[in-house]
């Protein structure tokens, strides 16, 4: 009976453009259809009367209706919030592209849902579409801390890399407002993290040689990827980096490839550390039979500078560069063999885009005849001139640039200027095309029968077979995982 008087006092309260009554009663019965055809009768004057509608709504969890209660009043600011405090997110983002005034407003809070239901990768991204990179840049070391300490290395690398492009995204905006101390502090941080990213994504494969039985790395890569983490070690070893890994390894394979010297020094150093119980019985015993091998490494594992042509021992006091012109070793990135590879600079006025341009022209050619024939008496001869000879025999080219090369205190790329650009095979050309405030790298492949490819998103280098291999199985790049269809030439373009 009461249930009955409560719908008539509605219907009645209706009539009598009593809203505000019919309202309350219908929102402690919990009577959504009640509260519906109330709300439907109502236009955009009846403020308060939307506004209750849509409250009771809210605690009712028709959220449709109160969405249609605030449509009705115009009120997109409320709207907004209803949508954040329902999870509405589709509809919330499809509002932005309307209203981009409230993206700040959408995108901080699902970010912010995202991050607490462990989608922080997702929620990284909503940071930056909110224009919150210092956020989005925390939510990315939370993931850093947390791949290291659960000995997940290769997703530490690549949190690390993405940690190291946001602090490059930082330093472009803070030169836009023209604070060159912000720059320069986020430039040390990207430098720091990239090479962190590296250590990391090295480390992956060597630790996992320690700990498993198979691996998918020949023996040559293995004994190059330890001496590159050798020669990057700080006197700060990164986090969750273990030193026994990285020796353990490079003394087993520099004795199986016949590097007896550097293995005694591998050995020696392992002596000096806490080793595990597992690898004490195989280390104690070869570290009494290296001392039978000769005390040298083999000739032939000996790194040489493609600038300098200098070569350089296996242990080098310098670390990851060449002991003469300093040159630092370029490294392949799956193989970690030496590149044949030579920095440049273009000349002071020439930009970056100008160089690229350049590098992209036809080579100049002498304007040669080809086949030449010359008549000296009885005798009769035929000569043929090269066209592309001067290219590389006259004038000022690369090549003569490396000729006249002396040394200095501290390395210095070679520098050329637009004649000889002009004059570089555009295929014999490595750009690493690093975003502002960065200038771009350039490298002269100095063999050019060895063919490279670059990722452009990471601005890794790689041997080109190598690189597509890895696309073929994991349909991405192995170090930043950028998905690409077809791997493209690393060339000036």
């Known amino acids: 009976k009461q249930w009955y008087q409560r719908r008539v006092a509605i219907t009645a309260g209706v009539a009598g453009s009593a809203f505000t009554e019919a309202i309350e009663i219908a929102g402690k019965q919990k009577w959504p259809d009640k509260l519906v055809e109330i709300m439907r009768q109502l236009d955009k004057s009846f403020v308060e009367e939307l506004r209750g509608c849509a409250l009771h709504f809210k605690e009712l969890g028709k959220y449709e209706f109160a969405a249609e209660s605030y449509q009705k009043l115009g009120e997109l600011s409320s709207l907004v919030e209803l949508y954040i405090e329902s999870h509405q997110w589709q509809e919330a983002f499809t509002l932005c592209e309307d209203h981009p005034e409230f993206k700040e407003s959408v995108y901080i809070p699902y970010a912010n849902f995202l991050a607490e239901n462990d989608k922080f990768d997702e929620a990284q991204e909503a940071y930056y579409i909110a224009g919150k990179p210092t956020e989005a840049v925390k939510v990315l070391e939370k993931l850093t801390h947390n791949a290291v300490a659960e000995r997940r290395f290769d997703d530490a690398s690549y ?85 026994v890994s990285i020796l353990y390894a490079l003394a087993k394979q520099s004795k199986n490839m016949g590097a007896y010297k550097m293995a005694r020094h591998a050995f020696d150093k392992l002596q000096q550390l806490v080793i595990p119980r597992r690898f004490q019985q195989a280390i104690d015993l070869s570290s009494i039979t290296i001392r039978s091998k000769p005390f040298q490494d083999k000739e032939e594992l000996l790194p040489m500078c493609s600038k300098c042509s200098t070569t350089n021992p296996l242990l080098n006091q310098m670390g990851n560069q060449c002991i003469n012109c ?47 024939e010359s008549n000296q008496g009885d005798v009769q001869t035929m000569s043929f001139e090269n066209p592309n000879a001067s290219r590389y025999e006259e004038g000022d080219t690369f090549e003569t640039r490396l000729q006249n090369w002396e040394s200095m205190t501290s390395y210095q790329p070679v520098e050329v200027g637009p004649e000889i650009l002009k004059k570089m095979p555009r295929s014999e050309v490595v750009v690493l095309k690093w975003g502002s405030p960065l200038r771009y790298q350039f490298y002269k492949n100095l063999m050019p029968d060895i063919i490279l490819d670059t990722c452009d998103s990471c601005n890794r280098i790689f041997y080109a077979d ?28």
């Open 466 to 493: 190598d690189l597509e291999l890895q696309y073929l199985q994991k349909q991405a790049c192995p170090f930043c995982r950028k998905s690409v269809a077809q791997p493209e030439a690393a060339v000036a373009e």
């Open 326 to 372: 300093q040159q630092p070793f370029v490294h392949s990135f799956y193989a970690f063999e030496v590149l044949p590879l030579v920095e440049f600079i273009p000349e002071n006025g020439i930009s970056d885009l100008e160089a690229v341009k350049l590098i992209n022209q036809d080579p100049p050619t002498s304007g040669g005849k080809g086949w030449q």
């Open 159 to 243: 949190y690390f890399w993405k940690l190291s492009m946001a602090y490059l995204k930082l330093a472009n905006q803070a030169q836009t407002r023209g604070s060159e101390e912000e720059v320069n502090q986020y430039l040390d941080k990207f430098q720091d993290y990239q090479h962190r990213a590296e250590m990391y994504y090295v480390y992956q494969t060597l630790h996992r040689y320690t700990e498993e039985p198979f691996t998918s790395h020949l023996p040559e890569a293995l004994f190059n990827m330890a001496r590159f983490l050798l020669h990057n070690l700080s006197q700060e070893i990164p986090y969750g980096v273990s030193k």
